[in-house]
Structures are given as structure tokens and as C-alpha cells.
């Protein structure tokens, strides 16, 4: 049964070993974090978040973030989304997401979650609309330049069900 815990300092060895190519790297935090390769004590700066970890049995399968966008819960921004690669492609991506959802809807009250994905990582894209993230149609994409290339980013969302 997966579950989720807070974060803690010595997760930061296990989540980074799961991003051992540059590529995959800025797909997963798009640089925002620093440049590749991370070292713990830089990863650290999620603390400064809600950063989560899913596990199960004690193991930890997954890692994300939730942070506030704006001065209030109504929104929360889900951020730094991983799976251990060898649980990839078994439904943890959408399970953590969806206790994620419910944590953020049933006990910080927010009644909307967003993200953002790079067109070029259709895997998480296909997570998040399996879980039941929205595209938010935009007018202007948020482009990043990346290891020598532009990278377009697409903004979802999921609204609270009554």
C-alpha cells in the first residue's frame, strides 16, 4: 500500500540516484534547482516547500513537492515529480499524485492543484491525465532553453470535486 511521508534530508541520496542522465535531469526540475548534477545539499532547498515522499514498505518509490503559488491554499503548485525508475510504468506516478490531490484538497483545503510538463516528456504528461489533470490553454508557452534547445512547457490543472 503506498503511502505518503514528509521529506526528510536523508532521502535526498535515494531521489537523486534516480535521475543519473543530464536529459532526464532538466525534464524533471528544468534547472530550477541548479545545474546537473545536483548535490544533496542543493536538493535540499525543497525544504523550503511540502515536499513529500511516497513509499511502500518503508521503501520510498516516489518524491514530489507542493508549494503555494499565491498568498493562500486555494492553489497549490505540485512541482518535482519522480518515480524510482524501477517502479516506473506500474501506476506509483498516478497513485502518489492522486494522495497527493487528496492531500491537498482535503487537508490544506485548496481547491485547485497545477503543474507543469515539457512537451518533450510525454510519460508525465500521460501520468497527469490519467490522474485527471487538465490542459490550461495558453496564449503564450513558457519556453526554456535547455541543453542547446527550446523546451515548451505546458501548464495543467485539476479542480476539487464537490
Known amino acids: 500500500m503506498l503511502r505518503l511521508r514528509p521529506y526528510n534530508k536523508k532521502d535526498a541520496g535515494t531521489i537523486l540516484s534516480w535521475c543519473r542522465e543530464e536529459e532526464a535531469f532538466y525534464k524533471w526540475t528544468a ?79 485548496a481547491n485547485k492543484a497545477t503543474l507543469g510538463v515539457f512537451e518533450n516528456n510525454p510519460s508525465a504528461y500521460y501520468c497527469y491525465k490519467a490522474v485527471g489533470f487538465e490542459d490550461i490553454p495558453l496564449e503564450d508557452r513558457e519556453v526554456y532553453s535547455v541543453l542547446g534547445q527550446e523546451w515548451n512547457c505546458l501548464e495543467l490543472k485539476i479542480e476539487k470535486k464537490n
Open 31 to 109: 534547472g530550477v534547482l541548479g545545474k546537473y548534477p545536483l548535490t544533496e545539499e542543493q536538493f535540499n532547498v525543497v525544504l523550503g516547500a511540502m515536499p513529500f515522499v511516497a513509499f511502500e514498505d518503508s521503501e520510498p518509490v516516489g518524491f514530489f513537492n507542493m508549494r503555494l503559488p499565491e498568498e493562500n491554499f486555494d492553489t497549490l503548485r505540485i512541482g518535482f515529480v519522480i518515480v524510482d525508475p524501477a517502479k516506473r510504468g506500474m501506476g506509483y506516478g498516478k497513485e502518489m499524485l492522486k494522495l497527493g490531490l487528496r492531500f491537498a484538497f482535503e487537508i490544506y483545503g
